[in-house]
């Protein structure tokens, strides 16, 4: 055989090799577009998902926010109440304090100006101190009235008046400022 038999067959033998060397790169470059295209679309359908996951997470975290201020409202409101509340008890104590020292200075005032109680009867009775005060304070007072009424009967009817005395005006103080009773008869003088 000649030589240019063999160059043709070398030639056609590579050119053999170039074609089937291109058609397995194409093929492998069209494997990889389509593993490319493929590998994208499972990017897209994965990307998608977490977008709808991301807002159904998005939503489920504003009913919790919406929640969670809703109950921090409701606690607020709660603890204006108990302000309240307690606010209220403040002044129904002290309500209760001021009515309380108004009882126990009308009580000290009835004492000293009641002649039949001495500091020994009252137990702790008003102290002369106080006594002068309860007097100085009362000024001319009048006996309460009657509030009692039978049982079973209601009376709109006001209360009667008594005249107001002074101190001075009262026959049984100047007898009980001088150590006399007031209704006790008079001894014989000897």
Same mark, same amino acid.
């Given at each position: ?31 990889? +577009?389509?593993? +490319? ?49 307690? +606010? ?11 009515? +309380? ?90």
């Amino acid at each position: 055989m000649d030589t240019w038999v063999w160059i043709v067959i070398g030639v056609v033998v590579l050119a053999i090799v170039v074609v089937a060397v291109l058609a397995a790169s194409r093929r492998r470059a069209e494997r990889e +577009r389509a593993e +490319r295209a493929r590998r994208e679309e499972e990017n897209r359908k994965h990307a998608h998902h977490l977008r709808r996951e991301a807002e159904e997470r998005e939503i489920g975290a504003k009913e919790h926010q919406a929640s969670a201020t809703a109950a921090q409202a409701e606690a607020e409101q709660a603890r204006v109440e108990a302000e309240r509340k307690e +606010r209220e008890a403040r002044e129904r104590a002290e309500s209760a304090e001021v009515e +309380r020292q108004r009882v126990e200075h009308q009580r000290a005032q009835a004492d000293a100006l009641d002649p039949d109680v001495t500091a020994e009867t009252a137990g702790t009775g008003p102290d002369p101190d106080v006594r002068a005060r309860a007097e100085a304070q009362a000024g001319p007072m009048a006996p309460a009235p009657d509030t009692a009424q039978a049982p079973g009967t209601t009376s709109t009817a006001p209360a009667p008046q008594v005249p107001e005395q002074t101190p001075a005006e009262d026959p049984a103080r100047g007898r009980h400022s001088a150590g006399e009773a007031p209704d006790a008869p008079q001894a014989p003088a000897r």
